[in-house]
């Protein structure tokens, strides 16, 4: 739907700029993107594409490789139900198919208030609280099928106000402010870092290797 | 003193009895901040290798034999050794948890981000080097956020960036989320995955990281975990590391241990002394199997791992001990399955992680993974062919061959066979699939056979026509294959 706008702009560029070359900022970009918009827009991608001297055709190569980028607009609540083999010892399978007949959609599908998006995911590293499942990408562990109704309910009635709308992942960013940081290393620019060459034992003539 | 008992801040640790190396700070609600982490000795370690040589630092990782904690449990002080004296040189730390029932990383990034941040810190100045990335999985929000206040925190406060702790020398940390593909835990994938590309691993020989990485640099990428590791080492000595568990596996690790026990948890666990079946039955870990049930089946290592038996608890949880046995510790994710499991049902949801999970580069895993799901799934339908056992085993060897590893089964004649499989493919991946096929076909053949619809009317009239005949002709096999 839009570009990025221009304080993300300053963002990205800010985020280009802690990467030796740029494309290794695709990544980050396309999830500024989907925080932006809720998905990755066709106009996002093709505005990352300028920012990063690629074509379009690149940036959807690579968008489209990672699960978690949405080329589609997505439910304001992306519901992630683990059934890998923790879950699906302890009820996941279950709990998905109640979560598919309470919200009248299949997994992959979205509720027709753009609310709630359900996919049936791969194992999200709670194995211990199974089944467990993320409302964008925030846990919930060991649920019942009344735990998920209580949970249905309160992000209707707005009162999970500790989960973001989809798109936004860690509210807190990485900021190195340009008198803390040391220097980004460019692949292209060969040379130890001198503190290590100083640190060299005098007999070593400073071109050892670090180990 | 241990309460052998859950912390209810840091959800599915259990504070159990025994030596703590990554996890001494769990029991504070607020370890994550800068603040617990200076009051309970952060950064000291680094202070003092600061003072050190870096190739002095370097070799008492290698004495202490740090095993890596990813998976393969490869000694980080030899992939450091790897490197050749060229610059610029990066490290990568693999924080891209995504193996079935492993979690242990995401904990150590969510509830000590400091001691990680130090343990980054420590191995760039070993191996001279002064850029660091930092992968976490896309799906773990609380991890970054966790992480991204600890970096700024440590940068504000002089542990990252430039002019470390007053001295001259000058290291950057970069946060990098991930987007969700289980691949891009291997590390060449990681590496594509961080130049902004698909996660498709690369071929190698001839290239290893070490020498060729990232931007085609030498490049070291270390678990999360196993770097958690290095500020206790250098604080507390390599002696006293290697005095931890066993000779050949110094130190503890974290397991995560899920499915059918009465305490599921992430327990820290000295290497190489515990049993298997300490770690199920015991009071100090998980009490036994939930509900009174007794063990069916076992994966030690992650869903990449051949399955075990009751046959093998009282193995210890030594690398070389398991390998030898048909499996492998891998990652640190023990899944345990009770009498009730039906093997083919859980050998069809492994084997579908890695259909949904194959990258695609290769046509063995990428044909031969989703081969076998729809297999599978049609016996667990009640659709299977009497061929269909034979076939994915058939389909496996194309994908992982010769002998594939897999436990003793002593009551059929069986040995075992030892880790690791051989593969067809570029990345272990694929052949990671044949594993819960294997172990369960091997085992449990008669739930596959029980699955089989009863024989149709039509082979009922060939086999009266061939006279007595009941074994497949040539004709209907080639018909099953294609």
Known sequence: ?211 | MATNAYVSHATGYVDNEGPKVVTSRFLHPDSYTLERSEATGGYSALRAVLQMEPADAAAQVKEAILLGRGGAGFPAGIKWGFMPAVWPRYLVVNGDESEPGTYKDRLLMERDPHQLIEGCIITCYALGLNTCFLYVRGEMALAQERLAQALNDAYAAGYVGKDIMGTDVGIDIVLHWGAGAYIVGEETALIESLEGNRGMPRLKPPFFPAAKGLYMKPTIVNNVETLANLPWIFTNGVDAYRQLGSERSPGTRMLAISGHVNRPGVYEVEQGVVTFRDLFYGDNYCQGIAAGNELKMFIPGGGSAPWFFPEQLDLKLEAAEVGAAGSMLGSGALVVMDHTTDAVKACLRVVRFFARESCGKCTPCREGTTWEEQILQRIMDGNGRPSDIDLLLDIGSQISPGDYPAAAFEAEGLTAVPFPPKQTTICPLGPSSVAPIVSAIRRFRHEFEAKMPVAPAVSDQHEQRTDGETSMSEAEAEEVHA
């Open chain 1, 1 to 211: 739907m839009s570009r990025l706008t221009a304080s993300n702009v300053l963002l990205a560029r800010e985020i280009i700029g802690y990467y030796p070359r740029p494309k290794s900022a695709l990544i980050p970009l396309l999830h500024l993107a989907q925080h932006q918009d809720g998905y990755v827009a066709e106009d996002a991608m093709e505005h990352i594409a300028e920012l990063l001297h690629l074509t379009p055709a690149e940036v959807l190569g690579t968008c489209s490789f990672y699960e978690m980028f949405k080329l589609e607009p997505v439910g304001r609540y992306v519901i992630n139900i683990c059934t890998n083999i923790s879950c699906l010892l302890n009820g996941g399978e279950e709990l998905l198919h109640h979560a598919e007949e309470r919200l009248g959609i299949r997994s992959g599908g979205t509720t027709d208030d753009g609310l709630f998006t359900i996919e049936d995911v791969e194992c999200i590293a709670a194995c211990t609280e199974a089944p467990c499942l993320q409302v964008n990408y925030r846990y919930e562990y060991r649920l019942d099928n009344d735990d998920f109704d209580r949970l249905l309910a309160d992000l209707r009635a707005g009162s999970r106000t500790d989960i973001p709308a989809h798109g936004t992942l860690g509210r807190i960013r990485q900021h190195i402010g340009p008198d803390r940081i040391a220097g980004i290393e460019r692949p292209e620019l060969a040379g130890t870092p001198a503190w290590f060459t100083a640190r060299q034992p005098a007999a070593d003539g400073g071109a050892g290797g670090g180990s």
